[in-house]
């Protein structure tokens, strides 16, 4: 270890037995100073705090905050409630932003929420800040990486109230209850005294806890697998087995027997120097990376990033700025920076006049409430290119006069600078450039001044504003600002071909759902136009509960950006974000060649054979979660469904296993064949069968069927609201290509 790194280290210990101590800090809400309490985390787990309550002869409240529920700890003013509060000089009087901090917070009727703080020495602030980050980090990591026997011995932990590190039989039951799995008591107690046999006390400690719970879940559907590929057709694979293994049924390359033997020494737990792999170690196997299902690499970026960028599909938000209905509520800072951390490459500004001269994005003719553009656009700034230099494009919908126009202009060029693409003389004339040549630059996409046209110029009819509900506006264009807009809105005529020869090359126009639908049914997918345009489709104005439209319509005609409301989960979305798992999750994903060509994927020439068969097999569940505390062990149940062109599209579900969403077995084999896989997408989706009322959502994984490797995967699950990767629900398939 270099010198550099000693100090980080010496440096990342004191951050975080600042942490444990704790450091006095004023709770800042609705821009008020709580009286200056400690704030401290306990056992890495906790962040605790106190709370005073609204009537002021309540004392003050000590709350904790399970570290699991922190996204992630911001420096500054950097929440929504600290970028309002730092707008009264009353406050900025009392705290600067070096003294605040925001703890990120997810929240069940919101995205996410902000706990703000002020700290009077910003260095004790930022040490906590990074100590905090660390930990949050850490459980990130545990949560993309789930080893089992860490996750066992957490709950055995949480189990044992008494902290005496052994459970007894009925505390057993209950952690088994809480895990999904419904057991007879006659065969939990056999094992447990099996288990305890040594000790023979009455409790199991950690070790014979593991034993217990090894017995209890022993795997028939891996030690099938393994029968198979053993030469010996013995429950262990020697390097000759496991290398065969992982060439002809994981389809892994470069494999040969001395890598075979180094990761049998890397997952076998019997003893060090194994030369066979046992049960346990196959499947620690198949949870790591040799039984994940995408194909290695597409989990980075992969494609070609040199493409025209109306060559790509583009993943966007819709109305970005709300975390709720489009009704009430507030526009949100949160909106945009959960947009850009979840992979979005084109967000949405809805720009009016504000108070004192400073534009702000609302939502027109509603009660939500507003935010500052420029508090906006810094924040933006900061997370856009933070893991991703791909480029944002920002849809400006202008509702500004004009001197509010002018200081628009201003603030874009203030907060933004040189990373706003310009756009050329010869624009009209040529292709867009690449997302690779656009690298850390932002397009500003909206209404534009034809050329020739002076201040104060009102705008023509097609170039005029449209909301919802199909009112026009018109509305003067500041030429200042229309200088910075590189995507110029267009408008579709009545006749395509005419618009292909004659709208300017980065010309990009809209189109609600209702027109995408009434292009596909007409037969024209408009993907001659899409191939060298850049179109964006949006929901239709009557989904005011902020529902999503199906994004595969769009996508069949070439339209690269389909505005999703990212805050409202549910399968739509989830195809989005399946889409988008791969190349990287960059936002951007090149099109399949018949689309980049112009052609319409559901034509005979591109789609009237069977071009593959897909086999998905089902086997079987682990640890799936229940719906709530409350709830009942749950009866799951799987849907697969590819979703693609007409001919490809199809839905099939398991059968239902009753009390069991600890280890159901499924052993199910599906069939289906294929048209245009280019375009599919897979999905599984489990549910809790209920005869009475809708089946609950459990968990669910969407992939491009494009990026999916053969062979024996655990399909790790998206669960809860926020569909969050689990730590540990996961599904045992096979799929097969014939």
């Excluded at 004191?14 to 101590?21: A, F």
């Excluded at 003050?60 to 996204?71: A, E, G, T, Y």
């Excluded at 938000?317 to 009430?328: A, E």
Aim: with cysteine; net charge neutral.
């Amino acid at each position: 270890m270099d010198d550099k790194a000693i100090v980080a280290k010496d440096e990342l210990k004191q951050c975080l037995e600042l942490c444990q101590t704790g450091a006095k800090m004023y709770r800042i809400k609705a821009g008020c100073l709580i009286t200056s309490q400690n704030v401290y985390v306990e056992n890495q787990k906790w962040l605790c705090y106190h709370s005073d309550a609204w009537w002021k002869l309540v004392p003050l409240k000590l709350k904790s905050v399970s570290i699991d529920d922190i996204v992630e700890v911001r420096k500054g003013f950097s929440s929504d409630n600290l970028h309002k509060a730092s707008k009264k000089s009353s406050f900025r009087e009392k705290v600067t932003a070096e003294m605040c901090m925001s703890v990120i917070l997810i929240d069940r009727r919101m995205l996410h929420k902000s706990v703000d703080f002020a700290v009077e020495n910003p260095s004790v602030r930022d040490k906590f800040v990074e100590g905090l980050q660390y930990l949050v980090d850490k459980k990130n990591r545990k949560r993309v990486h789930f080893n089992e026997e860490r996750w066992l011995l957490d709950n055995f932990r949480k189990a044992d109230l008494n902290r005496s590190g052994r459970l007894s039989f009925d505390e057993i039951l209950k952690l088994l209850k809480s895990l999904n799995l419904q057991i007879s008591n006659e065969y939990a107690l056999a094992l447990y005294t099996q288990a305890d046999s040594i000790k023979n006390d009455g409790q199991l400690d950690e070790s014979e806890f593991l034993n217990f719970f090894s017995h209890l879940t022993e795997r028939p559907d891996l030690e099938h697998v393994m029968r198979i590929f053993s030469a010996t057709n013995e429950l262990s694979l020697s390097s000759v087995d496991l290398k065969t293994f992982l060439t002809a049924e994981q389809q892994f390359d470069d494999i040969d027997e001395r890598k075979a033997a180094s990761i049998i020494e890397n997952f076998e737990p019997a003893k060090e120097g194994a030369k066979v792999l046992g049960p346990i170690g196959f499947r620690w196997l198949l949870l790591d990376e040799w039984g994940y299902i995408m194909k290695p690499g597409h989990e980075r970026v992969f494609q070609d990033m040199d493409h025209t960028l109306s060559h790509y599909y583009v993943n966007a938000s819709h109305n970005t700025y709300l975390t709720g209905l489009q009704i009430k509520g507030e526009a949100t800072v949160e909106g945009y920076i959960n947009a850009l951390k979840r992979g979005a490459r084109l967000l949405e500004l809805d720009v009016f006049d504000g108070e004192e001269g400073e534009p702000c994005i609302t939502h027109k003719r509603t009660l939500i409430g507003a935010i500052t553009l420029k508090d906006a656009l810094k924040e933006i700034d900061v997370y856009a290119f933070k893991t991703n230099p791909y480029p944002v494009i920002l849809t400006v919908e202008n509702h500004v006069g004009l001197p509010q126009q002018r200081a628009m202009s201003r603030i874009f060029k203030e907060v933004l600078g040189s990373k706003i693409y310009m756009r050329p003389k010869n624009g009209a004339s040529q292709p867009l450039p690449s997302p690779n040549a656009l690298k850390n630059k932002y397009l500003l996409r909206g209404k534009k001044l034809r050329s020739g046209k002076g201040p104060d110029q009102k705008l023509d009819q097609d170039e005029a504003t449209q909301d919802n509900s199909g009112n026009k506006e018109t509305l003067k264009l500041d030429p200042e600002f229309s200088l910075l807009i590189s995507l110029p809105s267009v408008k579709l005529s009545h006749n395509i071909f005419k618009d292909i020869d004659e709208h300017p090359m980065d010309g990009s126009t809209s189109l609600s759902e209702g027109k995408v639908a009434s292009y596909l049914e007409s037969g024209y997918s408009l993907a001659a136009y899409t191939s060298k345009r850049f179109v964006k489709s949006f929901p239709k104005g009557l989904r005011q509960d902020s529902s999503n439209m199906d994004p595969i319509p769009s996508w069949l005609c070439g339209i690269q950006s389909v505005a999703m409301n990212m805050q409202t989960t549910g399968e739509y979305l989830d195809l989005v974000n399946g889409l988008f798992r791969t190349n990287g999750n960059c936002g951007y994903v090149l099109k399949s060649k018949a689309l980049i060509d112009g052609l319409d994927p559901r034509i005979p020439e591109v789609s009237s054979a069977v071009v593959t068969t897909m086999l998905v097999g089902v086997i079987s569940g682990q640890y799936l979660p229940k719906i709530s505390q409350a709830n009942d062990v749950i009866d799951p149940y799987v849907t697969v469904e590819v979703f693609g062109i007409p001919a490809d599209s199809r839905k099939c579900r398991t059968k239902t296993i009753r009390n069991n969403g600890f280890n159901p077995q499924f052993n199910e084999t599906f069939t289906f064949p294929l048209h245009f896989p280019d375009f599919a997408l897979l999905r599984f989706c489990v549910k809790d069968f209920d005869s009475t009322s809708s089946n609950d959502f459990v968990g669910e994984y969407t992939i491009p069927v494009k990026s999916i490797r053969a062979g024996y995967s655990h399909v790790r699950l998206n669960t809860g609201r926020l569909r969050t990767v689990d730590e540990c629900a996961s599904l045992l398939i096979r799929i097969a290509f014939e």
